[in-house]
């Protein structure tokens, strides 16, 4: 199990742009292999938002970020656009 976390900061322009198309996204990404989607506005920095989810394999990750990255109708919205869409997955850590 991976667990994948998207960061962004919005263009405060195209803000209610961006939320349209965020109230399908648990959809798009679960359709995709994502569970537990959420997304997440942060409280002292407005505007910067996180989404979390797990997915079961590596190759549903790279393929939810190749997805996303290319996704130009919501990059627009992202200040600096896909090369600021940051897509990171992790794996738990193996302690002791």
Known sequence: M???FIEYKL???KR???LRLLTSMAERMEAMG???YRSMEGLDQPGLFVEAFDVETVQAYEA???NRLADQD???????GAAKLHVWAFRPAELG
């Open 74 to 80: 919501f990059c627009d919205c992202v200040s600096g």
């Open 2 to 4: 991976l667990t994948v």
């Open 16 to 18: 209610s742009h961006a």
């Open 34 to 36: 994502a569970r537990q």
């Open 11 to 13: 263009d405060s322009e």
């Open 64 to 66: 939810i970020k190749a």
